[in-house]
């Protein structure tokens, strides 16, 4: 029997989450509407938030549990990868809970709890699989071996495929944060109506700025021509964005799934809630007989379920940190 508490706060969401014998009792998350109206993340208030947040959070997570502080048989908490400020936040209330309690304290990279989020429910991936991570930082195709042996095998060379999706939201004036909103009007356009380059990046890489360029200069010289073209052609041009983002991703996807002669295929990451990206996914599955792994939206998107689930991994595995241990806005995969 093993109680795990976990904590998340790598970037503008305060999450905690208990996980007990690898079951999820609760899933808190406050998000920070503050930044909105700045377009984009502040590092110095989401830290701030990040303090007004965290223990209400916890004590939700332990109510929602229904168990007291003194259940709990471990803390765990995302060391890094993720903004500094907001990382020592959830690190300094994980070192202090766990030394009141005396109990261990586990380390969790937050890339690697994204990709265990897939354990969380049914029907669980087998070993090996292969997990695209998306998200607004980091794009990446990862070989999971087993819960703790995992190997990057493409990564993006440059901006991630969740940036691609907001600079391209702000780029066609859209509220921060401008994924989803992409994603929305997508769903009411045609994906084929315009057509956007393809980079050709050797292996299983990414690159994301020469698609971002392009998309800038489209919409600059269309709205010489028509000040009202994005207005017009608002759903079609975001369809056609989505298209072309997603297909980047799933191109490499199937050709690392090819060489590897893997069938078990998973997605993660913010960017895992893109309904264009789940659905194109589904397609290709069906096409290459794969079976697809998809967690559920609370679990795509930065949460502490995903914290607990491989801090509950990492228990079981006896893998504890001190109170020595310091956050890592650059925490090596």
């Given at each position: 029997?093993?109680?795990?508490l976990?904590?998340?706060?790598?970037?503008?969401?305060?999450?905690?989450a208990?996980?007990?014998?690898?079951?999820i009792?609760?899933?808190?998350?406050?998000?920070?509407?503050i930044?909105q109206?700045?377009g984009?993340?502040?590092?110095?208030?989401?830290?701030?938030?990040?303090?007004?947040h965290?223990?209400?959070?916890v004590?939700?997570a332990?109510?929602?549990?229904?168990?007291?502080?003194?259940e709990?048989?471990?803390?765990?908490?995302t060391r890094?990868?993720?903004?500094?400020?907001?990382?020592l936040?959830?690190?300094?209330?994980?070192?202090?809970?766990?030394l009141?309690?005396?109990v261990?304290?586990i380390?969790?990279?937050h890339m690697q709890?994204?990709?265990?989020?897939?354990?969380?429910?049914?029907p669980k991936?087998?070993?090996p699989?292969?997990?695209?991570?998306v998200?607004g930082?980091?794009?990446?195709?990862v070989?999971?071996?087993?819960?703790?042996?995992?190997?990057?095998?493409?990564q993006?060379n440059?901006d991630?495929?969740?940036?691609?999706?907001?600079?391209?939201?702000?780029?066609?004036?859209?509220?921060?944060?401008?994924?989803?909103?992409?994603?929305?009007?997508?769903?009411?356009?045609?994906p084929?109506?315009?057509?956007?380059?393809e980079?050709q990046?050797?292996g299983?890489?990414?690159?994301f700025?020469?698609?971002?360029?392009?998309?800038l200069y489209?919409?600059?010289?269309?709205?010489?021509?028509?000040?009202?073209?994005?207005e017009?052609?608002?759903?079609?041009?975001c369809?056609s964005?989505?298209?072309?983002?997603v297909?980047?991703?799933?191109?490499?996807?199937?050709?690392?799934?090819?060489?590897?002669?893997?069938?078990?295929?998973?997605?993660?990451?913010?960017v895992?809630?893109?309904?264009?990206?789940?659905q194109?996914?589904?397609?290709?599955?069906e096409?290459k007989?794969?079976?697809?792994?998809?967690?559920?939206?609370?679990?795509?998107t930065?949460n502490?379920?995903?914290?607990?689930?491989?801090?509950y991994h990492?228990?079981?595995?006896?893998d504890?940190?001190?109170q020595?241990?310091?956050p890592?806005?650059?925490?090596?995969f």
């Open positions: 029997m093993a109680t795990i976990g904590i998340e706060s790598s970037c503008d969401d305060t999450s905690a208990v996980c007990i014998d690898g079951e009792r609760s899933n808190i998350i406050a998000t920070q509407a930044h109206k700045f984009g993340v502040v590092p110095e208030l989401a830290s701030r938030a990040h303090q007004q965290i223990i209400p959070v004590e939700e332990l109510d929602r549990a229904k168990i007291n502080k003194n709990i048989d471990a803390v765990a908490f890094g990868p993720g903004l500094l400020g907001s990382l936040v959830g690190t300094s209330f994980a070192k202090a809970f766990a009141a309690l005396n261990p304290l380390d969790v990279n709890a994204h990709i265990l989020a897939h354990f969380i429910d049914d991936p087998d070993f699989f292969l997990c695209l991570t998200s930082g980091h794009t990446q195709i070989l999971v071996k087993n819960y703790f042996d995992m190997e990057i095998v493409g993006t440059d991630a495929a969740g940036e691609a999706f907001d600079k391209t939201a702000k780029i066609l004036n859209l509220p921060y944060p401008g994924g989803p909103l992409i994603d929305k009007y997508a769903q009411l356009g045609n084929h109506a315009y057509s956007f380059p980079p990046i050797p299983f890489d990414f690159s700025s020469g698609l971002k360029t392009s998309i489209f919409i600059r010289n269309n709205e010489k021509e028509n000040s009202n073209f994005v017009n052609n608002l759903n079609d041009i369809a964005v989505q298209y072309r983002i297909s980047i991703l799933l191109n490499k996807l199937q050709k690392a799934a090819d060489q590897f002669g893997i069938k078990n295929v998973a997605i993660a990451g913010g895992s809630a893109n309904s264009g990206l789940r194109m996914l589904t397609d290709l599955a096409r007989g794969w079976n697809v792994f998809i967690p559920q939206f609370q679990y795509c930065d502490a379920g995903m914290i607990a689930i491989a801090g990492k228990f079981l595995n006896g504890f940190v001190g020595d241990t310091a890592l806005a650059r925490m090596p």
